[in-house]
């Protein structure tokens, strides 16, 4: 169906994207750049509590008040210009686009990469929402069953502010950097769950089975409550390369491990490449829990993202494994935090980057152990696999161990794939392209198998993709 | 049809390796090529399979008609020509598997590929020849693996990609006797009417398993004499010196 909106829009183009007008007829919408106004429009339209709405004033103040990180981080982010977003549009109101003006090489990628006819409408921009009705009322059905929550944020905070409100904001807390204040002034969309104790929910959750008007949002907050003894899988994001109208994404995400639950989140996603992606995501680990961040980041213009476990308890665990592939234009900057705060805790952070091209990877780490405590472990990884001469590849691990009672173990390296690699498999027929992906692929391999198979099995395909003309 | 090399030529930037090199390799024979230290026996194998360190300066390779010359390697390996690294490569990540899959799948047209239980099949029939483990399918491509192994996962990939024409670099060193029976028999069990070998060897001890039709000595970049198996023999009781004194004593 065409609308009028439709037509208002027609001459969006890929490389302006973000850069469109919008009809005046718009119900919600907050307008460009952001003020108190904006947020008292965003909690207006949202019918926030007053404890939201002081939230996020608050929020907007200590935005303001940050100065951006290019003292660490790259200068990169002095191209953000924040007065040219919006920070809120409401669902329905998204700027829709025809099939016929998703660029062809998006569409290739689709056809490619196996993505199901109507998955690609929705990645596509076409559909708001991928329709996946039919597969998400089953699980919806066990979930209640167990007494397991799984709103968006904005339904948890209205309906469950018992649960949520003691956790919300406490793990990251707003003033933790420039962004994290940012989503939590202009915050929507995202999802909120809370598993009750001793509630092992067999099914990974994705956002795709939780039908609602702001899974996407570019300033998602999710928060993951797993009571004791509990134990969830949560997924996020797809291979497939999402076409984005807006280039600003800045989610914060938070986990709540409570005693004896184990939190795995697994992320893949791929971003086009004119996107800044920038999240803060952190869980707290308590006695005897465990939380693992799986995560895969593809595309984009600038991703920094450092995953982090809080070991509160004793004997908590905290893990990260980390794929990150930057292709030519692109920085991914990216680690973990290991923050232990108990006797006997564990962390292990295992991180392999691929870059291609002029593509930049960075890893950046933080292990941190504190003298008072005894028998910490931590085991860090860094190897980085450098495709093409221009190729680059930093690492700036932060390990500030004290004490003389634990075991702390850091191993880094950096790689080429070897030319006589190369010859050997293009003697037995692989094209230089194709001897190029298996090496890739089998750099990753140990840490692909940690991800649900689907994935893995797309991750494979779209390493192929990248490889393709990055060689010879 | 067969595989042909006339007059060829090949350097390395500040030296000439191989120096107007003839020699025809029809289906169904094995040739080794025995030579000395030095004398070009790897460059051989690594110019006719193309490694971009050597440049050819002059002359033709033909494999069953076609130039090979202006191919890539993996045209080259796809046209029928397998080499048998002396120093096979290791792969982390890429399963033995993996990797036959891909190389045979390379081999198909576009969008096709294999039948897995067929390949599964053949596979394992002919690890059984070459008495290895079931455990190689999905270890990595040569990683951790012995020297012997390793020599055995090259004819594995022989025998599962069946190459028109073969060359073995060095297939016998770092072997022990009955590794080198394992492989020999293998190798043994490929030849047929439609198929060529070239093995290169430094030592005599291989072709008492693998049995040559015709032996071929290379010096300086060069063939300089050519005999049936017995020549093998000559040179394992009398040296290289001998074939000197022989070459010289004609030229």
């Known amino acids: ?472 | 049809m067969s595989l042909v090399i006339e007059n060829l030529t090949a350097q390395i930037p500040d030296r000439q390796i191989l120096n107007g090199l003839n020699l025809t390799i029809n289906p169904g024979e094995v040739h080794a090529i025995m030579g000395p230290n030095g004398s070009g026996k790897s460059t051989l194998s690594k110019v006719l399979s193309g490694h971009s360190d050597y440049e050819v300066t002059a002359g033709t390779v033909t494999l069953d008609g076609q130039n090979i010359l202006d191919l890539e390697v993996d045209a080259r390996a796809r046209t029928g020509l397998f080499l048998a690294f002396q120093y096979p490569h290791e792969i982390p990540g890429v399963s033995n598997a993996n990797f036959l899959r891909a190389a045979l799948k390379a081999r198909l047209p576009e969008g096709e590929d294999i039948d897995a239980v067929a390949f599964y099949k053949q596979l394992y029939t002919r690890m059984d020849q070459l008495e290895m483990d079931r455990s190689f399918t999905g270890r990595s491509v040569n990683e951790g693996f012995s020297g012997g192994e390793k020599k055995r996962n090259e004819i594995l990939q022989l025998m599962m990609l069946e190459p028109k024409y073969a060359i073995l670099d060095e297939t016998d060193s770092g072997l022990d006797i009955d590794a080198l029976k394992v492989v020999a028999r293998g190798v043994n069990a490929m030849r047929s009417e439609s198929r060529g070998f070239l093995l290169i060897t430094h030592y005599q001890r291989l072709l008492d398993y693998i049995q040559p039709d015709i032996v071929h000595v290379l010096m300086d970049g060069q063939i300089v004499l050519t005999g049936g198996k017995d020549l093998a023999l000559k040179l394992e009781e009398k040296g290289y010196d001998w074939v000197k004194d022989e070459v010289l004593a004609t030229a």
Request: charged share 25%; glycine share 6%.
């Open chain 1, 1 to 472: 169906m065409v609308t009028a909106l439709d037509n208002d829009i027609t001459d969006i183009k890929a490389d302006n994207i973000g850069d469109f007008t919008f009809p005046e007829r718009n119900k919600f919408d907050a307008g460009f750049g952001v003020s108190p106004r904006t947020v008292d429009y965003i909690s207006d339209v949202k019918n926030d509590p007053d404890w939201i709405r002081e939230f996020r004033h608050k929020a907007l103040e200590i935005f303001n008040s940050k100065p951006m990180p290019t003292h660490w981080a790259t200068k990169d982010l002095d191209n953000i210009h924040f007065e040219e977003f919006r920070y809120y549009l409401s669902d329905g109101q998204k700027p829709k686009r025809s099939w016929d003006e998703v660029p062809e090489d998006v569409k290739r990628t689709f056809e490619r990469l196996g993505i199901p006819e109507q998955e690609r409408k929705f990645l596509a921009g076409v559909e708001a929402q991928y329709d996946s009705e039919a597969a998400y009322s089953n699980v919806k059905k066990v979930l209640e069953d167990q007494g397991v929550i799984f709103v968006n944020s904005t339904e948890g905070l209205h309906k469950y502010p018992e649960i949520f409100r003691p956790w919300f904001g406490k793990v990251i807390p707003t003033s933790d950097n420039k962004f994290s204040a940012l989503n939590s002034a202009v915050f929507s969309g995202g999802s909120f769950i809370y598993v009750p104790k001793g509630v092992k929910v067999s099914h990974p959750l994705q956002a795709y089975f939780r039908i609602n008007s702001e899974q996407f949002g570019q300033f998602e907050r999710t928060l993951i409550i797993a009571d004791e003894g509990s134990e969830i899988m949560y997924m996020e994001g797809c291979t497939a390369p999402k076409f984005e109208t807006s280039t600003l994404h800045s989610a914060v995400v938070e986990l709540v491990a409570m005693k004896g639950a184990k939190i795995q989140y697994v992320t893949v996603q791929n971003w086009s490449s004119n996107v800044f992606n920038l999240v803060t995501k952190r869980g707290i680990a308590h006695e005897d829990a465990e939380v693992r961040w799986i995560d895969c980041n593809i595309g984009s213009r600038l991703t920094m993202k450092y995953p982090g476990v809080i070991m509160k308890g004793k004997r908590a665990r905290g893990e990260v494994i980390s794929i990150a592939l930057a292709n030519s234009g692109q920085h991914q900057d990216t680690g973990a935090k290991m923050i232990h705060l108990a006797d006997d805790t564990t962390s292990n952070v295992v991180w392999k980057s691929i870059s291609i091209g002029e593509g930049r990877s960075t890893y950046r780490g933080q292990v941190h152990i504190p003298k008072h405590l005894k028998g910490c472990k931590n085991n860090t990884e860094c190897d980085a696999l450098l495709i093409n001469s221009s190729s680059r590849t930093d690492t700036y691990p932060a390990i500030s161990v004290k004490g003389n009672k634990h075991a702390t173990q850091h191993e880094a390296s950096v790689s080429q794939v070897s030319e006589d690699q190369i010859f050997y498999l293009m003697q037995r027929g692989l094209t230089e392209a194709e001897a190029m992906s298996l090496s890739v692929n089998g750099f990753i391999n140990d840490l692909v198998k940690e991800f649900p198979m689907e994935y893995s099995v797309e991750l494979k395909r779209l390493i192929d993709l990248e490889m393709e003309g990055s060689v010879g």
